[in-house]
């Protein structure tokens, strides 16, 4: 009886202690607490300190169950059995389940009727747009414009959070120099400094500040680390990457959202230099913790503890559990190997209590941060009143406009007169809903989306006559299929082709060995230009293509990507002259598959290509340069660069150089630019890129504005990091471009003195 009463002082000193140390974080208003609540149930203890006292309440299974994450069916209800695994405390997250009813069914059982009420966490792939769905993040990082990617993200935050949800699997921050790794579609391209800018774009989209707000969902940054380069371009392979290339490449992306306060991080699936990510001690545990001092959680991968095994790091399921929760994997995602073998391996002293308090932890502190304690439900009105608003919708097609590229324009063939007497839209893709939404839509549905045939009669004027015809699916077809087309479009005025990719040709589990246009569509195409009449492509895909034979054939070509739900409505606007295209290539378009890997920030070898010179780096049978480099994109304006400066001419190391360039809209139509500065590190003790970015602006300018831009290149800029991981700005000459893509441009330098 006595240890009893000198507990319970303890406790009740330590509460008004802490109550008054954390006075300055408790909410403005709300009563207190009645006496008695403990302090893990008092949202006016700060979460560290909720947590804390949380985690000496719990089991051994209890906690294992925190740290499980299980899927429900696809289309949102949870499964029958994780109601009694939330009533008995072993369950932590789910992902897919969604909508108020099912929400709020688990989640009751978890709060109401589990031992210590410990809310859920509904996570869910909330990749570009919940229900409203935006263009896909290749085509967001397209429009080269963060801004409008954090409002982006914004808006299907809010979407999600109406639906229950509380965390998205997103923003997906792997660098993809690969165009046959299907996954290129959901990240920002191959370069590091626009990867980071929209990185924390999205980041800030999905939380805003403080992601426990109504409206706004925890983010996850994906996928840790090094996913993007799987070999041979083929889901799932392993990865080889230098020390400086995860430095200098793949880990920024990934820096910049956990600086931005990224709520959470997702082990990837691949083998990184011979050890799988998701047990990987060297990056989860050294460089995210370690280095970066990340505070917030990491989930696994779907299955990836588990697969852990097949990899061949894992001796079997125990191991595998003990190698990831080890290396610091806190929430396992749908294998269930910590929840059934956790236990025993930490009895048998394989997991320490204190590898397994620090995941709970983290876990916990992070549903305290969300709010969920305080609202674990959700309203089901929300649902009627917040997806697919008009201002939802309104941003969507804005966003579409924006990352809309056009790549060819000869002889300024677009804009087309909305008057023109008779269209013909050809080609599968101009009438698919499904297909305009691309991979990881959501909960969009197909039925919401307007189809580029209907963007275009929307847009013409009533007198025109459009015709449709398929000619081919994307795969497969029929030769009287094609002549249908052919003869549809030969008594047209302009032809318009949609060609391109379905939707489920990119995305997860949908790398290709080949880059062409699939099918029969180049063939259409072929025959459509014999028909003499003038043939505007436009592409839905979610990778960069092999265009070379297109190019060769059509005056004009439009990248639309995949544009989302009203996303068709912007590319017809911007086919007749409605709006005018701005976007630029956020990753380099090949050639050939030949020259896959190619990326714009190479080293310089020591035999530079030249056409005069056969020992110097080429091919024999194709040329070494991209059909379309990373940065470029036309509009229907002409801009130009003038006035390149940098001053002052030579800096100390840890100084900082201001830049100024001149750009002017040399044309009869307002337009953007997006304008973009490179430097080149001229030497070093380790070889630097021939170019890399470093700043970028989008303006908008009337016809005849000039604007003269400033940029500055500071530390953060101009040093990189060498072996050993140190970062250091290198004294040395640092060339300057400033450009209209990662080609050409203005030219000029300065110098980094010596210390
Ligand atoms: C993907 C992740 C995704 C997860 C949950 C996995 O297959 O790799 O990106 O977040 O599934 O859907």
Redesign the pocket.
Known sequence: MKNIIIILFCCSVFIVRGYAADARTAPKTGAAAPAGVPVYKNPRFSPEKRAQDLLARMTVEEKFGQLQQLDGDWDGPYKKEDLELARKGQLGST?NVRFAKNVNELQKEAVEHSRLGIPLLFGF?VIHGFRTIFPIPLGEAAQWDPQLAERSAAAAASEAYASGLKWT?AP?VDIARDPRWGRIAEGSGEDPYLGSALAVARVRGFQGADYGAPGKIMACA??WVGYGAAEAGRDYNETNISENALRNIYYPPFKAAADAGAATF?SA?NDLNGVPASANRVTLDGVLRGEWKFSGFVVS??NSVKELVSHGLASDEEDAAVKALSAGVDME?VSTLYRDKGPAALKAGKISAAALNASVRRVLEAKFRAGIFEHPYIAPELETTSLRTLGTLALAEHAALESLVLLKNAGGLLPLDPATKRIAVIGALADSKLDMMGSWSGDGKAADAVTLLEAIKETVSPKTKVVYAAGCPVTGGTDEGMDAAVAAASKADVIIVAAGETADMSG?AASRAFLSLPGRQQELIDRLKKTGKPVVAVLFNGRPLELGPLDAEVPAIMEAWYPGTVGARAVALALFGGANPGGKLPVTFPRSVGQVPIYYNHRSPGRPYSAADKYTSKYLDSPVDPLYPFGYGLSYSSFTLSGLSVSPASIEPDGSVKVQVTVENISTKAGDEVVQLYIRDAAGSETRPVRELKGFKRVTLAPGEKRTLEFELGPEELGYYYAGGFFEVEPGIFKVYAAASSVGGLETSFEVNAK
């Open positions: 992902l792939d699997f997906m994906k996928h997702m699936f991968d779907y995602m997860e």
